[in-house]
């Protein structure tokens, strides 16, 4: 059972659409991050918040946005898509150091733009 | 350069094989992930270690901090054991960093 959800499943969207992607999380972990997968390549991170109103870039440069307004919601948004940004979204949550720091993933959004 | 290295990159076996991922880091971490993604893109956390040796059924990771590798074993192999599996460092108490992953398939 998921305790670490991503909405939409799949998107396929034409260029220029404000898209949202969706990540709530019930386990009231602080530490929530974003990563984008290309086919057959290894995840990055693009996005990670230490808890509410924080909000930091990651690894890999991206032209998203994030926003951490309640600790369970950490919802990714592309302002205008391109085709660039097909790819895979998955987000993560993971607990303190000191209580092991494991990590959650969601099922991931595979994002289509045409 | 990816600092964290796995091998094979794809690995084939028949049902019942012993099957070993090895994964090879070059920088000092907190801890080690092993990571099963199924071909839908979902991941599931296997395993975190930061020494010696975890099992979890048919599963067993073990880990050397002086050598910097780690290996992902899976005993009596099962065609439902085919996915990605994907190794990840963990530096900084909260930071991945990404092997390229394993892809396995197991013929019955």
């Known amino acids: 059972e998921a305790d670490i959800y991503q909405t939409p499943r799949y998107l396929v969207i034409g260029t220029g659409k404000k898209i949202t992607l969706e990540c709530s999380q019930t386990m009231g972990h602080d530490k929530m991050y974003w990563y984008q997968q290309d086919p057959g390549m290894e995840l990055h991170l693009i996005h990670y918040s230490y808890g509410v109103n924080s909000t930091e870039k990651g690894d890999l440069s991206s032209e998203s946005t994030v926003s951490r307004i309640r600790t369970e919601h950490f919802p990714l948004t592309l302002e205008s898509a391109r085709p660039s940004h097909t790819s895979q979204y998955l987000c993560?949550?993971?607990?303190?150091?000191?209580?092991?720091?494991?990590?959650?993933f969601g099922s991931g959004t595979r994002l289509t733009v045409v | 350069k990816n600092e964290v290295e796995q091998s094979p990159q794809n690995l084939t076996a028949q049902e019942g094989e012993f099957i070993t991922i090895n994964c090879s880091y070059s920088?000092?971490?907190?801890?080690l992930h092993w990571l099963q993604q199924h071909p839908g893109g979902g991941i599931v956390s296997l395993f975190m270690?930061?020494?010696g040796k975890k099992k979890h059924g048919r599963l067993i990771a073990t880990i050397n901090i002086q050598e910097k590798h780690s290996s992902l074993h899976i005993t009596a192999s099962h065609p439902r054991d085919s996915a990605v599996y994907i190794c990840a460092a963990l530096y900084n108490t909260d930071k991945l960093i990404f092997g390229t992953g394993t892809r396995l398939q197991v013929f019955p």
């Open positions: 993560a949550s993971s607990e303190d150091y000191d209580r092991g720091y494991g990590y959650t």
């Open positions: 920088v000092g971490i907190s801890a």
């Open positions: 270690l930061s020494s």
